[in-house]
């Protein structure tokens, strides 16, 4: 499914005829919603390494960044793991020169930023997995399709008929029940998805079932 496609499919399925303005919107709310709600497979993403130089303090978020996966920093072949992460109060308090040097071990986050517990001591190779906003779905190519497009549609669709049923007027309460039940329903089949190929294609059960 394109971006022309799904615009089509939600007008169709919303029976309204001039949301064309607001089309646009409603996509970017519904795939937002998603990415705030899921943390998949498709989400996960591991950019090309970079230098980080002796004397630095922090690493710049990248602007699609939602949450970290692993970030290590490496040296003459020999990994090192940034495991802790904690408040500026703590770090601050802790760590109270500014000038102390090291090899990072913890990080707290500051705005857009990941501040190191100490200088780097030295220069490191950054290597870190997080999970990412996809590229927005847009009506111009490339762009005009994504994973959530093509992979999840039905849970792309649900999600923007629900966001789009909080704000349209004139939508049934039915239908926005509808639509809001149903966009939890595939988004979980998107979790129950996930797992399964996380456990190599076998069903962990939570509780014991009884016959």
Avoid at 4 to 14: F, G, N, P, V
Avoid at 91 to 102: A, D, F, H, I, K
Avoid at 168 to 180: F, L, M, P, R, Y
Wanted: glycine share 4%; proline share 5%; aromatic share 10%.
């Amino acid at each position: 499914m394109n971006y022309s496609e799904l615009s089509m499919a939600i007008s169709d399925w919303l029976n309204r005829d001039q949301i064309d303005k607001v089309l646009p919107m409603i996509i970017r709310f519904g795939q937002r919603d998603l990415e705030d709600n899921l943390r998949i497979r498709p989400m996960e993403y591991h950019p090309a390494t970079a230098t980080v130089n002796a004397g630095e303090d922090a690493l710049a978020l990248p602007v699609d960044f939602l949450e970290m996966i692993f970030l290590q920093l490496i040296k003459a072949n020999v990994r090192y793991p940034i495991v802790g992460r904690d408040s500026p109060l703590v770090l601050y308090s802790e760590r109270p020169s500014v000038t102390e040097t090291g090899i990072p071990r913890g990080v707290v986050r500051v705005a857009d930023d990941l501040v190191f517990d100490v200088l780097a001591d030295a220069i490191y190779t950054r290597d870190w997995i997080y999970y990412r906003r996809l590229p927005a779905l847009v009506a111009a190519a490339p762009n005009n399709t994504n994973w959530w497009s093509e992979q999840a549609e039905e849970a792309l669709l649900m999600s923007c008929l629900n966001k789009a049923s909080l704000y349209v007027t004139g939508i049934s309460e039915g239908d926005k029940k509808k639509w809001a039940e149903a966009s939890l329903i595939t988004r979980d089949d998107l979790k129950f998805k996930e797992a399964r190929e996380v456990t190599g294609g076998h069903v962990m059960r939570s509780t014991p079932f009884s016959l």
